[in-house]
């Protein structure tokens, strides 16, 4: 079963609703932000409610405050947000901010290049669905790691044994020390040779559960302008085949699709395919 992107759940760090005392001038702090990202993720990712949670974003960046580091992630979260939903020219807008004024900040800037690059040097096709490319322990050629570029290793690498057909997949996971649980495989390729036909993007998926109660998969497939869908959530241990398909537009530019980590768990992927529909 299919569902949109305002059902989808992408994070990166955190936040909760800040209390203004009535007659009284509030003083900004990063631990304030902090909380009020805190409360916006678990709007995004637990009750589902992406839009919602874009507009806690702009609320957070409306805020007076010096507090540059969570205001940068508040910003990057939300070009992320705008991005699922298919509103790429407002995300790269956001990326573009951050890169002009956040550069004390290398980290998050590091992020917002790397979705700018994914999102304007489109690939005519998908690459490297087999996972042949690449070598073990290393971040897959072709892909592009929701994690900072120097720790993109820890966070999606390229694996030969326990794989479904016995060949290669990629095994993404959020490290134990990081702040957050949630991590990403994705790439964006041209939507030219799909125009006016239905894409279809189908992959295995299995976690390999950690205990921890929000492990599960997502897969995820997007089209420009349009809102995005996912399938339903995979918990299993067992290989699950997953189906997302949808229709192209005449005038669509680019087709973005990858796979999320929920939790502490490690999540599985292999034998991805994308394929037009008559």
């Not at 994070?11 to 805190?38: C, H, N, R, W, Y």
């Not at 070598?135 to 479904?164: H, I, M, N, S």
């Not at 796979?259 to 292999?270: D, E, L, N, P, Y």
Request: with cysteine.
């Amino acid at each position: 079963m299919l569902r949109k992107l305002d059902r989808f759940a992408t994070a990166f760090p955190l936040g909760l609703l800040m209390l203004f005392s009535v007659g009284l001038t509030a003083v900004v702090t990063a631990t304030d932000i902090d909380k009020q990202l805190e409360a916006a993720i678990h709007r995004e990712v637990v009750v589902g409610d992406l839009k919602g949670a874009l507009e806690e974003y702009k609320g957070i960046l409306a805020q007076p405050g010096e507090s540059r580091e969570p205001m940068a992630r508040a910003l990057l979260q939300m070009g992320e947000c705008l991005e699922k939903l298919g509103r790429h020219t407002e995300a790269g807008a956001a990326f573009r901010r951050i890169v002009k004024e956040y550069a004390d900040q290398p980290e998050i800037v590091a992020r917002a290049r790397g979705w700018l690059a994914a999102g304007e040097d489109f690939c005519p096709g998908p690459r490297n669905l087999k996972f042949e490319l690449g070598a073990p322990g290393k971040a897959p050629p072709g892909w592009f790691v929701t994690a900072p570029p120097k720790d993109a290793d820890q966070w999606a690498e390229l694996d030969r044994d326990g794989c479904r057909s016995n060949r290669s997949c990629a095994v993404v996971q959020t490290p134990a020390n990081a702040p957050i649980r949630v991590s990403g495989l994705e790439q964006t390729f041209s939507a030219t040779a799909y125009r006016g036909k239905s894409v279809r993007l189908t992959a295995w998926i299995r976690v390999e559960a950690s205990g921890d109660p929000e492990d599960r998969a997502q897969m995820w497939l997007s089209v420009d302008r349009a809102e995005g869908l996912t399938d339903q959530p995979v918990r299993s241990a067992e290989w699950t085949r997953c189906e997302i398909a949808t229709h192209v537009d005449d005038d669509a530019t680019s087709i973005r699709f990858g796979f999320m980590s929920f939790g502490r768990g490690r999540t599985w992927v292999g034998d991805i395919t994308v394929e037009t529909l008559k």
